[in-house]
């Protein structure tokens, strides 16, 4: 199913009339997009990380609260749609255990979620030239599984 279908399906599911959203995919690589993509369907991913510098001096890009998205697999099949629930930026080394269990990711805890961010925030920022500090800047987004279609 395409993204129009998807977007089809879920308004006559819903009776929502809104404009269809942009679509994305959690993690690196189609295995990890996967991975992520099935906590979210299963509602054990219920918020997500990202750099602040992916969205501009005043983060006028980031997620806003109510704002929807469709969630797409490592093949860019969409497989469900999230709300954002609430959006805070802070420093990498602020982020709470309860932020990190939120995640769903790997034990849940907090010292996998930083072992695992620092290796990909390391990355992304490298890729820009720039070098990872404890003090970076991350926009922690809570978010919720609104729909997904039936099986």
Known sequence: MDLNEFWTAFCAATGFAGPMPAATRFGEGATQQDELCALVLTKRKQATASL???????????PKPGAL?????????????????AVFEAAFDAVD??????????????????????????????A????????????????????????
């Open 52 to 62: 602040a510098l992916w969205y501009g001096d005043d983060l006028a890009l980031a």
């Open 128 to 151: 820009e030239g720039l070098a990872f500090s404890e003090q970076v800047r991350v926009v922690c987004e809570r978010i919720r599984l609104v729909w997904r279609p039936d099986k």
């Open 69 to 85: 998205s469709i969630i797409c697999d490592g093949g860019g099949v969409p497989r469900g749609v999230i709300e954002t629930v």
């Open 97 to 126: 255990a309860s932020f990190a269990a939120d995640e769903g990711e790997g034990d849940g805890s907090l010292g996998y979620w930083r072992d695992e961010h620092r290796r990909f925030f390391g990355r992304e920022l490298a």
